[in-house]
Protein backbone atom coordinates (compact mmCIF):
# COMPACT_ATOMS: atom_id res chain seq x y z
CA UNK A 1 0.00 0.00 0.00
CA UNK A 2 2.85 2.84 1.12
CA UNK A 3 4.69 1.39 -2.30
CA UNK A 4 1.68 2.30 -4.45
CA UNK A 5 0.94 5.36 -2.56
CA UNK A 6 4.68 6.52 -3.32
CA UNK A 7 4.37 6.02 -6.75
CA UNK A 8 1.40 7.32 -7.26
CA UNK A 9 2.79 10.72 -5.55
CA UNK A 10 6.17 10.80 -7.44
CA UNK A 11 4.22 10.62 -10.74
CA UNK A 12 2.45 13.87 -9.99
CA UNK A 13 5.22 15.40 -8.58
CA UNK A 14 7.03 14.00 -12.22
CA UNK A 15 3.97 15.49 -13.66
CA UNK A 16 3.93 18.84 -12.28
CA UNK A 17 7.51 19.46 -13.01
CA UNK A 18 7.22 18.91 -17.18
CA UNK A 19 3.87 21.16 -16.72
CA UNK A 20 6.55 23.67 -15.19
CA UNK A 21 8.60 22.70 -17.67
CA UNK A 22 6.74 23.03 -20.68
CA UNK A 23 5.34 25.96 -19.52
CA UNK A 24 8.81 28.23 -19.22
CA UNK A 25 9.10 30.73 -21.47
CA UNK A 26 13.16 31.03 -20.93
CA UNK A 27 15.11 28.21 -21.04
CA UNK A 28 18.79 28.66 -20.13
CA UNK A 29 21.60 25.31 -21.56
CA UNK A 30 23.37 23.74 -18.79
CA UNK A 31 26.67 25.90 -18.63
CA UNK A 32 28.90 23.51 -17.56
CA UNK A 33 32.03 23.58 -14.93
CA UNK A 34 34.30 26.57 -15.39
CA UNK A 35 37.52 27.59 -14.65
CA UNK A 36 38.10 30.56 -12.62
CA UNK A 37 39.45 33.29 -15.31
CA UNK A 38 38.17 31.58 -18.79
CA UNK A 39 35.22 32.72 -21.14
CA UNK A 40 31.63 31.14 -21.00
CA UNK A 41 28.84 31.16 -23.04
CA UNK A 42 25.43 31.57 -21.73
CA UNK A 43 22.81 30.23 -24.48
CA UNK A 44 19.03 29.39 -24.36
CA UNK A 45 15.99 29.69 -26.46
CA UNK A 46 12.58 31.92 -25.13
CA UNK A 47 8.60 31.25 -26.26
CA UNK A 48 7.96 34.77 -25.34
CA UNK A 49 6.02 36.54 -27.58
CA UNK A 50 8.11 39.29 -29.88
CA UNK A 51 10.79 39.37 -28.04
CA UNK A 52 13.57 41.60 -29.39
CA UNK A 53 16.39 40.96 -26.52
CA UNK A 54 17.57 38.98 -23.62
CA UNK A 55 19.06 40.35 -20.03
CA UNK A 56 21.61 38.75 -18.59
CA UNK A 57 22.09 39.75 -14.91
CA UNK A 58 24.90 37.98 -12.99
CA UNK A 59 25.59 38.14 -9.05
CA UNK A 60 27.67 36.32 -6.64
CA UNK A 61 25.08 34.15 -4.78
CA UNK A 62 25.38 35.41 -1.60
CA UNK A 63 25.41 38.64 -3.06
CA UNK A 64 21.74 37.81 -4.47
CA UNK A 65 21.07 35.95 -1.17
CA UNK A 66 21.28 38.68 0.96
CA UNK A 67 18.96 41.39 -1.36
CA UNK A 68 16.41 38.91 -1.63
CA UNK A 69 16.43 38.31 1.90
CA UNK A 70 16.29 42.14 2.74
CA UNK A 71 13.28 42.26 -0.26
CA UNK A 72 11.20 40.20 1.93
CA UNK A 73 11.41 42.29 4.91
CA UNK A 74 8.22 43.25 5.22
CA UNK A 75 6.20 40.82 3.14
CA UNK A 76 7.39 43.36 0.46
CA UNK A 77 9.20 41.90 -2.27
CA UNK A 78 10.30 44.68 -4.52
CA UNK A 79 13.75 45.68 -4.43
CA UNK A 80 15.97 47.71 -7.38
CA UNK A 81 19.44 49.74 -7.82
CA UNK A 82 19.48 53.45 -7.63
CA UNK A 83 22.77 55.07 -8.03
CA UNK A 84 23.50 58.03 -5.72
CA UNK A 85 24.64 61.53 -6.33
CA UNK A 86 28.59 61.81 -7.96
CA UNK A 87 31.48 62.19 -5.23
CA UNK A 88 31.77 65.77 -5.57
CA UNK A 89 27.95 66.00 -3.63
CA UNK A 90 28.92 65.77 -0.24
CA UNK A 91 25.89 64.87 1.46
CA UNK A 92 25.68 62.04 -1.19
CA UNK A 93 28.28 59.83 -1.98
CA UNK A 94 29.14 58.08 -4.84
CA UNK A 95 27.60 54.36 -4.13
CA UNK A 96 24.34 52.09 -4.83
CA UNK A 97 21.62 52.27 -2.91
CA UNK A 98 19.17 48.82 -2.66
CA UNK A 99 15.63 50.62 -2.21
CA UNK A 100 12.92 48.48 -1.37
CA UNK A 101 9.08 49.47 -2.12
CA UNK A 102 6.97 48.27 1.18
CA UNK A 103 3.05 47.52 0.86
CA UNK A 104 2.59 50.67 2.62
CA UNK A 105 4.07 52.85 -0.01
CA UNK A 106 7.27 53.36 2.20
CA UNK A 107 10.48 53.04 0.97
CA UNK A 108 13.28 51.54 2.77
CA UNK A 109 17.16 52.27 1.63
CA UNK A 110 20.17 50.57 2.38
CA UNK A 111 23.63 51.87 0.75
CA UNK A 112 25.74 48.63 -0.67
CA UNK A 113 28.50 48.09 -2.79
CA UNK A 114 28.28 46.28 -6.06
CA UNK A 115 30.36 43.60 -6.14
CA UNK A 116 33.44 43.15 -7.94
CA UNK A 117 32.09 40.00 -9.65
CA UNK A 118 29.15 40.97 -11.18
CA UNK A 119 28.30 41.67 -15.01
CA UNK A 120 25.18 42.87 -17.03
CA UNK A 121 24.81 41.94 -20.88
CA UNK A 122 22.05 42.44 -23.11
CA UNK A 123 22.15 40.15 -26.01
CA UNK A 124 19.69 40.32 -29.33
CA UNK A 125 17.95 37.02 -29.77
CA UNK A 126 17.79 35.44 -33.44
CA UNK A 127 15.21 32.84 -35.17
CA UNK A 128 16.62 29.67 -36.17
CA UNK A 129 15.35 28.56 -39.73
CA UNK A 130 12.85 26.11 -37.40
CA UNK A 131 11.70 28.87 -36.09
CA UNK A 132 13.20 28.75 -32.49
CA UNK A 133 14.11 32.17 -30.75
CA UNK A 134 17.39 31.70 -29.33
CA UNK A 135 19.76 33.54 -27.48
CA UNK A 136 23.99 33.45 -27.18
CA UNK A 137 26.76 35.50 -25.16
CA UNK A 138 30.02 34.92 -24.48
CA UNK A 139 31.25 36.21 -20.80
CA UNK A 140 34.69 37.97 -22.13
CA UNK A 141 36.66 40.58 -21.60
CA UNK A 142 34.21 43.16 -23.31
CA UNK A 143 31.28 42.02 -20.98
CA UNK A 144 33.50 42.14 -17.37
CA UNK A 145 37.13 43.11 -17.92
CA UNK A 146 38.39 41.68 -14.46
CA UNK A 147 37.16 37.72 -15.05
CA UNK A 148 34.62 36.08 -12.60
CA UNK A 149 36.66 34.63 -10.35
CA UNK A 150 35.98 31.10 -8.06
CA UNK A 151 32.65 30.95 -6.26
CA UNK A 152 28.83 30.29 -6.66
CA UNK A 153 26.85 32.62 -9.12
CA UNK A 154 23.57 33.49 -9.42
CA UNK A 155 22.19 34.71 -12.59
CA UNK A 156 18.82 36.34 -13.45
CA UNK A 157 17.69 35.88 -16.79
CA UNK A 158 14.58 38.03 -18.41
CA UNK A 159 12.98 39.39 -21.21
CA UNK A 160 15.12 42.80 -21.81
CA UNK A 161 13.17 43.73 -24.88
CA UNK A 162 12.04 47.25 -23.79
CA UNK A 163 15.61 48.00 -21.62
CA UNK A 164 17.25 50.90 -22.54
CA UNK A 165 21.31 50.67 -22.02
CA UNK A 166 23.19 52.83 -20.27
CA UNK A 167 26.45 50.87 -20.38
CA UNK A 168 29.42 51.74 -17.90
CA UNK A 169 26.28 51.79 -15.53
CA UNK A 170 24.78 49.84 -12.96
CA UNK A 171 21.27 49.42 -14.42
CA UNK A 172 18.16 50.43 -12.18
CA UNK A 173 16.37 47.32 -12.57
CA UNK A 174 13.49 45.90 -10.25
CA UNK A 175 13.61 42.90 -9.32
CA UNK A 176 10.35 41.27 -7.51
CA UNK A 177 11.51 38.28 -5.91
CA UNK A 178 8.22 37.03 -4.49
CA UNK A 179 6.28 37.06 -7.87
CA UNK A 180 9.82 36.25 -9.30
CA UNK A 181 9.56 38.64 -12.25
CA UNK A 182 11.80 41.57 -13.54
CA UNK A 183 10.52 44.65 -14.12
CA UNK A 184 13.95 46.34 -16.68
CA UNK A 185 14.78 50.31 -16.95
CA UNK A 186 12.66 51.73 -19.45
CA UNK A 187 11.15 55.16 -19.80
CA UNK A 188 7.84 54.17 -17.55
CA UNK A 189 8.17 56.85 -14.74
CA UNK A 190 6.61 53.63 -12.80
CA UNK A 191 9.10 51.10 -12.71
CA UNK A 192 6.18 49.07 -11.00
CA UNK A 193 3.54 49.68 -14.01
CA UNK A 194 2.21 46.21 -14.71
CA UNK A 195 3.14 47.19 -18.09
CA UNK A 196 6.83 46.53 -17.40
CA UNK A 197 6.74 43.16 -16.13
CA UNK A 198 8.69 40.83 -18.10
CA UNK A 199 9.52 37.04 -17.77
CA UNK A 200 12.41 36.17 -15.19
CA UNK A 201 14.64 33.22 -15.05
CA UNK A 202 16.92 31.95 -12.36
CA UNK A 203 20.14 30.06 -12.83
CA UNK A 204 22.88 28.99 -10.40
CA UNK A 205 26.34 27.96 -11.47
CA UNK A 206 29.55 27.66 -9.76
CA UNK A 207 33.42 28.66 -10.94
CA UNK A 208 36.12 25.90 -9.17
Same mark, same amino acid.
Request: include cysteine; aromatic fraction near 10%.
Given at each position: ????????????????????????????? !??????????????????????? #???????????? %???????????????? @???????????????????????????????? %???? %?????????? #? %? !?????? @?????????????????? *????? *?????????????????????????? !?????????????????????????
Amino acid at each position: MFLKQFIIIAMVIIGMTGFACAEANISVD !PIGSLAAGEKFNISGTTTIDKVK #KIGIEIFPKEFW %DNLVAYAKEDNAGKVR @FKELASSGDSANQTGINMVRFNPDGTQAYQTV %DIPD %DYALVIVPVK #K %D !PSGKVT @FNVEINEKVKKVPFQKGK *YHMNV *YDASMEIERPGTVMPNGWDVIKKKAY !PSTTLSNIWDPKNEKELEYVEFTIR
